[in-house]
Nanobody, 116 residues
């Protein structure tokens, strides 16, 4: 059974940093896409950053130059380094992975709170 587990969320002051980690286990087929999404209270879930197997990345405009996504394909792990955090980054952050059969899996989410 495929499991997607996020970790690293927490509370931080504005301007601070956090690193989120997502590890996938039980995946039989290769992972072709890994992404971080977030959902703030009362808002729709939105893409934060993604990375495909070749290493090409994509970022939401709101996090460019502040967040960095990286992956370790051998370990089925994706990281999100978040710097210069702002109050508007407060949300639950979810990891999504897609395998070579185009099936997607989501984690349970990890909360991030940015507040003074």
């Amino acid at each position: 059974q495929v499991q997607v587990v996020e970790s690293g969320g927490g509370s931080v002051q504005p301007g601070g940093s956090l690193r989120l980690s997502c590890t996938v286990s039980g995946m039989i087929f290769s992972i072709t896409y890994m992404g971080w999404y977030r959902q703030a209270p009362g808002k729709q879930r939105e893409l934060v950053a993604s990375i495909i197997r070749s290493g090409v990345t994509n970022y939401a405009d709101s996090v460019k130059d502040r967040f960095t996504i990286s992956s370790d394909n051998a370990k089925n792990t994706v990281l999100l380094q978040m710097n210069s955090l702002k109050s508007e980054d407060t949300a639950v952050y979810y990891c999504k992975v897609v395998n070579s059969r185009a099936r997607d899996y989501w984690g349970q989410g990890t909360p991030v709170t940015v507040s003074s």
